[in-house]
Nanobody, 125 residues
Framework: QLQLVESGGGLVQPGGSLRLACAASKFTLDKLAIGWFRQAPGKEREGVSCISSSGDNTKYKDSVKGRFTISRDNAKNTVYLQMNSLKPEDSAVYYC??????????????????WGQGTQVTVSS
């Protein structure tokens, strides 16, 4: 059974950076599209960024374009989310999940599965 584990979250000041990682155990990710999602208290889970299995195609939420970069290292079976110029409104629990190359462009939670447990990102001074 595919298990995803997110890491790299933490407390950072506005304008700071974090790099999240999504790793898989007992399953290779190289044939799967991956998405990063986030959920703040009282809000719905939303798509942040998604990447195709090859890494050639990506999609970003408008509010993170130019600040966040999604990438993958299939040799390490890991997908990353580099987050720069963080803002308080980026605070949330961040999750990764898998999908197909056909559906990943939607970058919506309903198109993804095998969710990790999440990692907390808090942006505050």
């Amino acid at each position: 059974q595919l298990q995803l584990v997110e890491s790299g979250g933490g407390l950072v000041q506005p304008g700071g950076s974090l790099r999240l990682a999504c790793a898989a155990s007992k399953f290779t990710l190289d044939k799967l599209a991956i998405g990063w999602f986030r959920q703040a208290p009282g809000k719905e889970r939303e798509g942040v960024s998604c990447i195709s299995s090859s890494g050639d195609n990506t999609k970003y939420k408008d509010s993170v374009k130019g600040r966040f970069t999604i990438s993958r290292d299939n040799a390490k079976n890991t997908v990353y989310l580099q987050m720069n110029s963080l803002k308080p409104e980026d605070s949330a629990v961040y999750y990764c999940a898998v999908s197909s190359d056909l559906l990943f462009r939607l970058c919506v939670p309903s198109a993804f599965g095998s969710w990790g447990q999440g990692t907390q990102v808090t942006v505050s001074s």
